[in-house]
């Protein structure tokens, strides 16, 4: 029980439209800072998938303009192989996915967390083309 003379604790100040405005801004800046670091990563991992077809994108004749060896920004980076085939990671942000666009739709040509793998399956199809 409370003495006759004890003052009753303030409630607490209603919070300003103004304070609230202000946190949702700084929330919705930290996640847009967490989606450019996730294509950040995505485009890093891309960079490394390039440097280890280096060699190959290195041997290709200079008079095949049919080639598009460039890793493209944008919400969801790729590594483009050509008009048609190009790189990107899949959702889990560690998987390679080879990708074709077809008349059908998009074929998967290879999938792997191994970057080898695909760097294999993409010098082979250079190889074919």
Known sequence: MK???EK?????????LSDAIRDVKNAFADRDDVVVDMREA?????????????PVFAEVPTDMDNFD??????????LWIDAVCHV?????????R??????IGRV?????????????SVTRYVAER
């Open 88 to 96: 990107a990671m899949g959702r889990d942000r560690r998987t390679y």
């Open 69 to 78: 060896f460039a890793v493209s920004s944008g919400l969801q980076p790729r």
């Open 8 to 16: 009753p604790t303030p409630i607490e100040a209603s919070r300003k």
């Open 3 to 5: 003495d006759a003379g």
């Open 108 to 120: 998967v040509l290879a999938e792997s967390s191994d970057m080898k793998v695909v760097a294999d």
């Open 98 to 103: 080879f990708l074709r666009d077809t008349r």
């Open 42 to 54: 995505h485009r890093m991992r891309l960079d490394l998938l390039a440097a280890e077809l280096a």
